[in-house]
């Protein structure tokens, strides 16, 4: 196979990956606070034919040697926006919206026998009953449990009301009495771009230890001192679908040149092969 056809082919695979990201995007366009994909390509370069003569490789010449010739293109990484999107009231005192960006709500997620910390941006929160009863916990819509400065928000049942104050303290009304039950753990994501995507849109962190990085290096507390987040509201999907669909017709316009790429190649052999 010609490297013609060769570097067609490895871009095409490449490229239905990036339709899978924007196609991941439109799906969730929304979702509360999902965050944009973006798919960043890199290219194959990794051959260098010394076949260029003087005058071109003559003294003080300043480009290399030789011409370098690549296999196509890779998906080199698919990055996280974590702007902000569109608050929207809903006045629902559980649905908390996060102001800044790069700002994660933590949660606390058991799968397998496994339990690990998870980070999203989405604040649609409720409360559900443990310790037969006695108690409530503050969880996500799919029951993960919401973390605070000392662990998952765990507040004794018999209150009245309960609301998340601007700088994520959690206030609970017992009669006449206010008071403090514990403050969310709001995060800062400082390299998002290392957060890898775990579906029902939630982030981890990936292997510290692969990487060479301490924890403090990627995320850190977010300071509380303003305002960081907005109660009775949600945050809307960042997804810019006009941007999406663009992307989503060039894509689609560069795998059919790929693709014709290999049929002219292929049909430019065969009048080489029926030469006499």
Same mark, same amino acid.
């Given at each position: ?5 060769? %570097? ?27 965050? *944009?994909? %973006? ?7 990794? %051959? ?24 196509? @293109? ?8 974590? =702007? ?8 629902? #005192?559980?649905? *908390? ?11 606390? $997620? ?9 980070? /999203? ?17 503050? /969880? =996500?819509?799919?029951?993960?449990? $919401? ?6 928000? &765990? ?33 800062? @994501? ?16 990936? +292997?510290? +230890? ?5 924890? #403090?290096? &990627? ?8 305002? &960081?987040? %907005? ?14 669909? =663009?992307?989503? /017709? ?10 014709? *790429? &290999? ?8 009048? $080489?092969?029926?030469?006499?």
């Amino acid at each position: 196979m010609s490297r013609t056809m060769i %570097q067609a082919a490895v871009t095409m695979n490449q490229l239905q990956n990036k339709l899978d990201v924007v196609g991941s995007n439109l799906a969730n366009s929304q979702t509360n606070g999902y965050k *944009t994909r %973006q798919a960043d390509f890199s290219s194959l370069l990794f %051959q260098q034919i010394d076949n260029m003569t003087d005058p071109a490789n003559g003294e003080g010449r300043l480009t290399p040697d030789g011409v370098r010739v690549g296999s196509g @293109a890779r998906l080199g990484s698919v990055n996280i926006d974590l =702007t902000p999107g569109t608050v929207q009231e809903t006045d629902r #005192a559980l649905d *908390t919206a996060l102001l800044e960006k790069n700002h994660l709500f933590p949660i606390q $997620v058991t799968e397998n026998g496994e339990t690990e910390t998870r980070y /999203t941006r989405d604040g649609s929160f409720y409360i559900s009953p443990v310790n037969g009863g006695q108690d409530v916990m503050l /969880t =996500t819509k799919d029951g993960h449990p $919401v973390l605070g400065e000392n662990g998952p928000v &765990i507040i004794a049942e018999g209150f009245d009301d309960m609301t998340i104050q601007p700088n994520g303290q959690i206030a609970v009304q017992r009669g006449n009495v206010t008071e403090n039950a514990g403050n969310l753990a709001v995060t800062e @994501a400082m390299r998002p771009q290392l957060l890898e995507a775990t579906g029902d849109n939630g982030f981890r962190l990936p +292997d510290l +230890d692969e990487l060479g990085l301490e924890f #403090a290096e &990627i995320m850190q507390p977010a300071d509380v001192n303003g305002d &960081i987040l %907005q109660s009775g509201a949600l945050e809307q999907s960042n997804v810019d679908l006009s941007q999406q669909l =663009t992307d989503m /017709t060039t894509t689609q316009r560069s795998y059919q040149f790929n693709g014709r *790429t &290999i049929s002219m190649t292929d049909q430019m052999m065969g009048l $080489v092969n029926q030469l006499r």
